[in-house]
Structure formats: structure tokens, C-alpha cells
């Protein structure tokens, strides 16, 4: 292994020649510029909190390893960086999964560090012994069992490399306490580990791909989160604009194209707009930019785009073709071969094309029901947006608030939105609004929610508190599971099963409790003044904001069925 040191570097090591595992961890992580770490100390991960003590990064306690994780989530998806979460052996580690599952499936870098029992008491189902490893294997991009405190040097850059380098997303690492107590004569550390530069591709393909382009009478981008995670939105707007495409934006790539923007067509898929899906069905050339094609976004795939051609771009080998079958496939750096497709295409206008989607954006909008009443979904996302500037981050739990959201709300950069995507974890939101506001403490941070969800990880209002972060928990409540609710009204004869909560909860009182403030909207004289009041008094709220259980999220496609086939509303 290669090690490289600066002069600040061999001043630090002059002071201090010998350090513990737990010690060089620390160390390390510094030098990769962590700032943060979310976690929970534990008897197998002691060493590591013991080595915090001495260091600038400073430690979020959070409430649940799960908290943790969603926290790191928060942070890493907001910055762009990697970050790092803590927890101990056993259920503390089982407690992570959850969260390194969803970055896995969203493509987040996240660095999982857990405590291990001793080498020589592993596999003898020792007191919280669990295999970390074989859980983490299926779910993280990389992971390791540190066997020495000497292996640190190498792991953990390779570690920040692996997780930002090529399709983002986590690693994990097992350190038993043996190896964090052991002590090392170090003379140099390494240098940090960065993303490395993606391998060349054929630069011929993108002339390839603009010829296509050109030849194209309908063609219709799809913009996923790729581009988001490329830092490539600039240069996806200038594509988009320079060849006169519209563009559908996935759950993933909302905010790449601002919601007002001209060619912007919106969410496509499960509940995207008529207009969306329709048009999907007119278009001759489908572009696939940082997307994967999920099946919430495709519906039934044999009947996805009917009469296009798809062309698939993506930096995951394993994605291309995988579900469709592109006729053209590049795995690049979207953002590298956006600049060079810039430099090479011949502007041009598409004016029949045009109208005939604004055409059917006329004749199939999405209606937005009720978006003037403060107490049903729409009009409460959209009183918020108003009363809230554009520099608001914003994210959700999981269920129809979260689908609610991703339709209506106005949404006009990259990384303003953070969701659970291909997971779909109920609890990611309070704790990944957490992550947002660490990472950019300058802007006030909305988390929609249903009380199905944050119930999930409702402990972690007590770390907003402790941080008294600018965060605003707004909760749909329904008393209901929603979109569970939904479905079993749409798909299974009304047969309501275990979806309705007998034992409500004051959420305006318990996070009261718990050290935030509480509005509770139901009991307002005055709803949209208090609204208003909490939204814009610095520090930590709950918004209890109660709605009708028979609202639904519409249109929607039913599991399995094409795009084109929607369902539009139908009685509760």
C-alpha cells in the first residue's frame, strides 16, 4: 500500500507516535473529513466512544441505531459525501440494517462502523455476538472484519472510495474490540480516500446516441436519481433544453428539472401525473439518464413505452438491460458524457412535438383535489410550500403523504428532496430531516410524515431536541395506515385488515414532552396563523395537521398493470 502524508500530517504524528485501533479510527475518519457521526456506544464499540473523547468530530447520540443510520442517510444524501454511523455488536448492529439496506437500494454512500466481541470469542455465541459480516454482505457495496489495528490504514479509504466511487452506496465495517485496544507504532497515515475517476468509454457512442436523438420524431428523457448523485443537473438541463426534449423525472430525480420548468413533465409511474404516463405511450425514443427503470415507474415492463426505442445510460454496469432492452446502452459517468454530448449537439426545436404534449397536459392534467383546504393532502403541502421559502429542504416518510408530496410539491433543485425510494422505509423521515439539518444547518428543513411512520421512529425527537435543529415535522394523520387503507380498498373488496389505530397519540403533546414544540392544527382557532407561527419560529416543531382516512392518492396504477391503465378516484 501506497502512503502519502502532508506537513500538518507528520507534525501530528511527531506528537503522538503510538495509538490504539480505536485511536487510528478516529484519526482516520477525521482525516476524511467527517464532521459528524450518528450512533449509540455499546460494550463492544467502547474503544471507539473512549477515542472521542480527543476528537473534533462531533458524536449525535442518537436515540435508535436505526435513527442513526437514517441520520448518516440524511447527511450523505443532502452533502453528496459520504458520512458515518456508529453502533455496537449484536441487536446494535441488527438495529442498522434497515437503514444500510435502504442506502443499497438508493445508492447513498454510507460508511457502517460497528463493534465486534473479541477475535478470539467469535462464533462461540458470545454475549451480543452476531455475524455482522454475512448481514451486511448482501445489503453493502464492500464489507470487511478489521483482523488488526495495521489493516485500518488501508480499509478505511478504500472504504470512503468504494462507497462514493462508480454507483454510490455503503460498506461496512466490523472492528472487534481486541483490534480497537490494540496499540500501533504508526510513522505516516494515508491519504483519504476519494472517488476515483470512472473507466473510459467509447466516446463514439455518444455521437451515437445524438444521431438517434436526431433521428427521433417524440423522443421523451427519463431523468433518475443519477444525475443528482453526478452533480450533472446544470448539464442536464442544457442537454434537455439545447435538443428541445421533455422529460419525465423519476420519484429518485425530482428537483433535476424545476417543477415549472417548461419541458418538465413530472413524476412518472405508479402515481404519476395522466399526462406523464400518457405521453410515455406516444413516444417514439425513450432516453434513460441515471435510472434503473424500478417497477413503480415502469408498471407492467413488457408494456412500458410501447412504441419506443430506449436508450439507456447509467454508471451500473448491472443496470443495463436488466430490465429493458435498450438499443443503444452506455455505461458511463453521466455527468462526463453529458459534457462532451453538449459540446457535440446541434440545437434544434421540436414544435409539433411540443404542442402535442401541451396538448395532453391539457386534456389530462393532474388534478390536485382540494388543494385550497389546509385541512385535505394538497392543500396542506401546497399552504406549505407558500408559507416556506424555496430554500427549504424537504423530505418524507413513507405512505401517501410521501406520494402526495412528490406530486404537489414545488420542488426546484437537486437534493432539496429526500425520500426512501426503493426501500420505502417507514421511520426514514424525522431521523434523515435530522441528517438534512446537520448537513446544511443554514436551511429550514420540512419532514412530512403520517402517524403510521413516525411512530416508527418517534424516540428521535428527543435528539432534535438535544440538537435544537430548524426542523418542521408535519403529520398527516389519518389515524390510519393510508396506503395500506388504500389498497385494501382498491384491491381487496373494502376488506379494512389491522389498518385502523384504536389507541391514537397526542403528537402535539408528546413531542412537548420530549423537548419540542407542538401545534396541534385540530384544536386551532386560528390554523393557518399557527401554521404560519411554527413554520417560521426557529427550532424544532411538530405539526399534528389531521385529514380524512378516505383520502387516497390518485392516480394510481395497480401493481403489475400498465402505465396507461390508471385509476382515477373511487368511493371510500
Known amino acids: 500500500m501506497r502512503i502519502e502524508t502532508n506537513e500538518a500530517n507528520d507534525l501530528d504524528i511527531k506528537a503522538q507516535q503510538q495509538f490504539s485501533g480505536a485511536q487510528l ?9 467527517i464532521t459528524h457521526i450518528a450512533g449509540i456506544p455499546g460494550g463492544a464499540n467502547l474503544p471507539m466512544y473512549d477515542a472521542l473523547t480527543d476528537s473534533k468530530i462531533t458524536h449525535v447520540l442518537a436515540r435508535h441505531e436505526q435513527g442513526a443510520g437514517f441520520i448518516a442517510l440524511g447527511m450523505a444524501r443532502t452533502s453528496g459525501q459520504a458520512q458515518v454511523c456508529f453502533a455496537s455488536s449484536g441487536p446494535g448492529a441488527s438495529n ?5 439496506a435502504d442506502a443499497k437500494l438508493d445508492s447513498v454512500p454510507l460508511i457502517a462502523i460497528t463493534g465486534q466481541v473479541p477475535q478470539a470469542m467469535m ?23 478489521v483482523r488488526s489495528a495495521e489493516e485500518l490504514l488501508e480499509i478505511i479509504p478504500k472504504a470512503f472510495e468504494i462507497a462514493l466511487s462508480g454507483r454510490p452506496g455503503p460498506v461496512s465495517i466490523d472492528i472487534p474490540k481486541d483490534v480497537q485496544n490494540q496499540l500501533i507504532n504508526i510513522k505516516q497515515l494515508p491519504q483519504p480516500g476519494k472517488r476515483i475517476t470512472n ?20 423522443p421523451i428523457l427519463m431523468i433518475g436519481g443519477g444525475i443528482v448523485y453526478a452533480d450533472a443537473t446544470q448539464a442536464m438541463r442544457t442537454f434537455a433544453e439545447s435538443l428541445d426534449i421533455p422529460a419525465v423525472q423519476t420519484f429518485m430525480g425530482l428537483g433535476v428539472l424545476p417543477d415549472d420548468h417548461p419541458l418538465a413533465l413530472g413524476m412518472l409511474g405508479m402515481h404519476g401525473a395522466p399526462y406523464t404516463n400518457l405521453v410515455l405511450e406516444e413516444c417514439d425514443l425513450l ?6 427503470f424500478d417497477d413503480r415507474a415502469t408498471g407492467k415492463v413488457a408494456e412500458f413505452c410501447p412504441s419506443a426505442q430506449i436508450i439507456h445510460v447509467d454508471i451500473d454496469h448491472s443496470e443495463i438491460g436488466k430490465i429493458t432492452n435498450p438499443v443503444l446502452a452506455i455505461q458511463a459517468d453521466i455527468g462526463e458524457l453529458l459534457e462532451i454530448a453538449n459540446q457535440l ?91 438534512m439539518a446537520l448537513a446544511e444547518p443554514q436551511r429550514k428543513v420540512i419532514c412530512f410524515s403520517g402517524d403510521g411512520s413516525f411512530m416508527m421512529n418517534i424516540q428521535e425527537l428527543a435528539t432534535m431536541a438535544e440538537l435544537g435543529l430548524d426542523v418542521k415535522v408535519v403529520i398527516l394523520n389519518n389515524d390510519h395506515l393510508g396506503l395500506v387503507r388504500q389498497q385494501q380498498t382498491l384491491f381487496y373488496n ?52 389531521p385529514i380524512c382516512e378516505t383520502e387516497m392518492v390518485f392516480p394510481m396504477v395497480a401493481p403489475g398493470a400498465a402505465n396507461r391503465d390508471m385509476i382515477y378516484g373511487e368511493t371510500a
Open 123 to 145: 462464533g462461540t455465541d458470545a454475549f451480543q455476538e452476531i455475524d455482522t459480516f454475512g448481514l451486511m454482505l448482501p445489503i453493502t457495496k464492500h464489507n470487511w472484519i
Open 287 to 292: 432516453i434513460g439518464m441515471g435510472v434503473r
Open 199 to 218: 473507466p473510459d468509454f467509447d466516446h463514439s457512442l455518444v455521437s451515437s446516441m445524438l444521431t438517434k436523438i436526431k433521428q427521433a420524431q417524440r
Open 25 to 33: 479510527l478516529i484519526k482516520l475518519l477525521e482525516r476524511q473529513g
Open 494 to 545: 373494502k376488506n379494512l385488515s389491522a389498518v385502523k389505530f384504536q389507541q391514537t397519540v397526542d403528537f402535539a403533546n408528546t413531542a412537548i414532552s420530549m423537548g419540542v414544540s407542538g401545534l396541534d392544527l385540530g384544536r386551532s382557532n386560528y390554523p393557518l396563523d399557527d401554521l404560519k407561527h411554527a413554520l417560521n419560529t426557529p427550532g424544532p416543531w411538530v405539526i399534528n395537521l
Open 345 to 435: 449537439l446541434e440545437p434544434c426545436k421540436r414544435p409539433l412535438w411540443r404542442q402535442r404534449v401541451d396538448q395532453m397536459k391539457q386534456h389530462n392534467p393532474l388534478v390536485l383535489e382540494g388543494d385550497n383546504d389546509l385541512f385535505r393532502p394538497y392543500g396542506a403541502i401546497k399552504t406549505v410550500a407558500t408559507l416556506v421559502d424555496q430554500s427549504a429542504n424537504i423530505t418524507t416518510d413513507v405512505g401517501q403523504h410521501q406520494m402526495w408530496v412528490a406530486q404537489a410539491y414545488p420542488f426546484t433543485r437537486p437534493r432539496q428532496w429526500i425520500s426512501s425510494g426503493g426501500l420505502g422505509t417507514m421511520g426514514f423521515g424525522l431521523p434523515a430531516a435530522i441528517g
Open 96 to 100: 442498522l440494517v434497515t437503514a444500510v
